[in-house]
């Protein structure tokens, strides 16, 4: 049985835990590894983009010059994440060749042999606050956090000028001081602060 696409990260991973967040770009895009691919009917060409997200690294996937492939029912794009730009790349190059594997697609020449064209960049909707500012503002984005780095995932439920509250299975003591990475916009804006209290129960 295959893992499901996440609708959050638009990667494939075993449990909510593993989430990395949306995976918006913290850096700029570049082109990587590319290959021709006879198919029945034509020769296209894939290739793969890779882009720094926080502290780690995210590869998509296109069809030449800038179609991107996108997940079933087109809810986001075709994402991979890794420690390092290779890794990340590495992943998207297996689920490439075996996609071609699958459908009996040649895959006939790595390599830039290809042009490139501009992206879509998936910009991040910017909601403006509503009223005064130390109201609480119901907003949901992906942040992670951690007593020394921020490497656990979590969702706000509201923001205000002094604090945000995390939704998380894997909450961190009272008092405890915190790093986080607030996904905004296209970037990840590093937070400090401490854990003021914990509720145990949803509600």
């Known amino acids: 049985m295959s893992i499901p696409w996440c609708p959050v990260c638009q990667t494939r ?74 890794d990340a790349e590495r992943k998207a190059i297996e689920f490439v060749r075996e996609h071609c594997r699958e459908r009996g697609y040649e895959l006939a020449q790595d390599g830039p042999a290809v042009e490139s064209r501009p992206v879509d960049t998936e910009p991040a909707p910017v909601q403006q606050p509503r009223g005064s500012r130390n109201s609480r503002q119901l907003r949901s984005l ?41 996904e905004l916009d296209r970037y990840s804006v590093p937070l400090a602060g401490k854990v003021a209290w914990l509720r145990a129960k949803a509600e």
């Open 13 to 86: 991973h075993a449990s909510r835990k593993d989430c990395p967040g949306e995976l918006l770009a913290t850096g700029p895009e570049r082109h990587a590894w590319r290959v021709k691919v006879s198919t029945p009917t034509r020769t296209e060409a894939y290739g793969v983009l890779v882009a720094e997200s926080g502290d780690r690294w995210r590869a998509r996937v296109l069809t030449y010059p800038n179609i991107l492939w996108s997940v079933p029912g087109g809810r986001g794009t075709l994402k991979f994440v890794g420690d390092t730009a290779q």
């Open 142 to 182: 992906v942040v992670r956090y951690g007593p020394e780095k921020p490497d656990r995932v979590g969702m706000t439920a509201d923001l205000s000028k002094s604090g945000l509250f995390v939704i998380t299975d894997d909450p961190l003591p009272a008092g405890q001081d915190v790093k986080m990475l607030l």
